[in-house]
């Protein structure tokens, strides 16, 4: 129950894109985030309390996707200009162009190996690369429009893509093949990811409903609709028994996969919320709006409750760690309403505890005669393939 449960809390907020925030997300090691911006830039702001930010510049449109690398020396990110750029997150403002599709690319995702990078979108195509090589491997080419996400399992076996054609596609890395399309879509699908053990597969849609399925079962088992708009994006926690959700209803709404139900909505951002992100240790997570800044929240929830999981599931007649998703009552699928018994959360965003950092900018703006500045160096790497 929510009452026995720590409320999460918000740590401190970001300000310094001039336009909205498209993705974030954390460094693995737990001292940075990465964000992304229709102001065409990429941030990477440091935790620390009086840490400085860098803001790169390099890209020529709207920044779609970031992520940073399992070994955090590296930043991908996706964008409009139908690029992709790996960047070295350090004070040279370096990076590696990716011309990477013949149309606007909307998510980039690293392989748990840190070896691959898949991107997708708007030519209808997800798109293979290798990092070290900095080369074009292969496409996947099923989807009938916009491809706007797509992401590894943590084997790097298989990859979930989604798009504009109400379907999500798993696919198989070393055939290349489409192992099942899921296609209870109502409307296009905004967004899709494996949880940690890379059991189940969620997804978001445009009709502001999330659906959960068993990719060994092929079975859908949940589906929630508790926000008033579409979901933009939504992040497993790490011990997959939460999840938060961002939308355009301008709130973020926390599950509890276990139980099946809503336990938090959270209030702060004036705007459409365009992206949400959990650390690697589920400890802090963060949003980040239409309104031009990321709130940064701790968890608290996860406290308690995850200890009690792992000895309730500790009998498992599955050879699968506890928790896990199929663990879940009832275990058909089930619709959820928002409750008047959901906890509300809404914090003074203006009073947090930590001013505007320092931000120091890398890279020139496109365009742009501005001198005195870091122009950084960039390799391009054609795509000589398109399929």
């Not at 701790?298 to 506890?322: A, C, E, I, M, W």
Request: glycine share 6%; charged share 20%.
């Amino acid at each position: 129950m929510a009452s026995v449960l720590e409320d999460p809390t918000l740590e401190r907020h970001f300000k310094g894109h001039k336009n909205a925030v498209s993705c974030v997300h954390f460094n693995p090691n737990g001292k940075q985030l990465a964000s992304g911006s229709a102001d065409k830039t990429l941030m990477i702001w440091n935790l620390a309390p009086k840490g400085r930010a860098l803001r790169f510049f390099g890209h020529h449109d709207a920044v779609t996707g970031v992520q940073f690398s399992p070994s955090g020396k590296r930043v991908a990110s996706s964008s409009k200009d139908r690029t992709v750029r790996l960047w070295t997150p350090s004070m040279k403002g370096e990076s590696v162009v990716f011309r990477a599709h013949t149309a606007a690319v909307r998510s980039v995702a690293f392989s748990a190996d840190g070896l691959r990078l898949v991107t997708a979108s708007d030519d209808k195509s997800v798109k293979v690369w290798s990092v070290d090589r900095q080369s074009f491997i292969y496409s996947l080419n099923q989807h009938t429009n916009w491809v706007r996400c797509a992401r590894f399992s943590p084997d790097g076996r298989l990859i979930v893509s989604c798009g504009d054609d109400r379907t999500v596609r798993l696919w198989d890395t070393s055939t290349k093949h489409c192992l099942n399309c899921f296609t209870d879509c109502c409307g296009s699908s905004t967004f899709v990811d494996f949880n940690s053990s890379g059991t189940c597969i969620g997804s978001s849609g445009a009709d502001s409903s999330l659906n959960i399925w068993d990719i060994r079962t092929n079975k859908l088992l949940q589906h929630y609709k508790v926000h008033s708009e579409g979901i933009n994006s939504f992040s497993f926690h790490p011990s997959n028994n939460f999840l938060i959700t961002g939308s355009s209803d301008h709130t973020v709404k926390v599950l509890d996969l276990l139980e099946g139900r809503l336990i938090y909505t959270l209030h702060g951002h004036k705007d459409v919320v365009k992206s949400v992100g959990f650390s690697q240790a589920g400890d802090l997570f963060a949003s980040g709006g239409g309104d031009c800044q990321i709130l940064l929240w701790r968890t608290n929830f996860d406290r308690k409750s995850y200890h009690d999981v792992l000895q309730k599931h500790g009998q498992r007649s599955t050879p699968d760690p506890p928790p896990h998703l199929s663990d879940i009552h009832p275990r058909s699928p089930h619709l959820h309403h928002p409750q008047d018994s959901t906890v509300q959360v809404s914090p003074a965003v203006a009073d947090t505890r930590s001013a505007d950092p320092q931000v120091i900018e890398l890279g020139q703006p496109p365009h742009s005669n501005m001198r005195h500045r870091n122009t950084g160096k960039v390799s391009v790497i054609e795509n000589s393939s398109l399929e």
